[in-house]
């Protein structure tokens, strides 16, 4: 069946470091794969959305890569802040989605 | 941008009575709607997809006689969460595919917090 893993543990950086979150799924070849924000008692925020023929996307302080051959994502936020403190989610399809767990990221000022 | 809204927020209920959520679409159409379930701590699990003007889709497992969804219009989809009981207290998050910079993108409400005694 497929899978869909991220690092269950939390993610603490310091302020103005580049926060790195891991993606990996299985029994799975998607054609799209996107990254969601979550805070607690909210919905997901789309943040970005990359296809099986892009290696890599970027949208201001954010960027995703996409190898199709580790079946993996990373998701990277550089000059992170404490307002970038939520839980990302790795998701796959384009728009009935199946969702990774998600990795809690705690930037400390 | 686009924004889907979710009523109510949160509701409280007694075991055995019906429940219904409500999800919008503000300033698009959607002819397709997405209802969710997150449990705390675990992921969102795809629940259903809600077609306008036709019945929904449902993912193994879920049973369609006790969620029931209707898409009556472009802009609205239901779900009705029937007999309730406490494990079906959750958290419910729809979606809906809208428009943005001549994108498609996944808009999600801001969910409802169900809660079953």
């Known amino acids: 069946s497929q899978k869909i893993e991220q690092n269950s543990e939390a993610l603490n950086i310091q302020e103005g470091k580049t926060a790195t979150l891991t993606c990996n799924y299985t029994n799975y070849s998607p054609a799209y794969l996107q990254w969601y924000r979550q805070d607690p008692g909210r919905g997901p925020v789309f943040l970005l959305l990359?296809?099986?023929?892009?290696k890599e996307k970027r949208k201001e302080r954010l960027k995703v890569t996409f190898d199709t051959t580790l079946k993996q994502s990373l998701f990277h936020i550089t000059a992170s802040q404490p307002a970038d403190s939520a839980t990302y989610l790795c998701a796959l399809g384009e728009r009935a989605l199946t969702f990774g767990s998600g990795t809690r990221l705690q930037v400390q000022p | 941008g686009a924004v889907v809204s979710q009523h109510p927020s949160r509701v409280i209920c007694k075991s055995g009575t019906s429940v219904k959520i409500e999800c919008r679409s503000l300033?698009?159409?959607?002819?397709?709607m997405f209802w969710y379930r997150q449990f705390p701590k675990q992921s969102l699990m795809l629940m259903a997809t809600s077609n306008e003007g036709s019945k929904a889709t449902y993912e193994q497992g879920v049973e369609k006689d006790k969620f029931l969804i209707n898409h009556a219009s472009l802009t609205l989809s239901t779900l009705t969460v029937t007999s309730a009981h406490p494990e079906d207290s959750s958290f419910y998050i729809c979606?809906?595919?809208?428009?943005?910079?001549?994108?498609?993108?996944?808009?999600f409400g801001p969910g409802t917090r169900l809660l079953v005694l």
């Open positions: 979606s809906a595919t809208g428009t943005s910079g001549g994108r498609e993108t996944q808009y």
């Open positions: 990359i296809r099986e023929n892009e």
């Open positions: 300033d698009f159409q959607a002819t397709t």
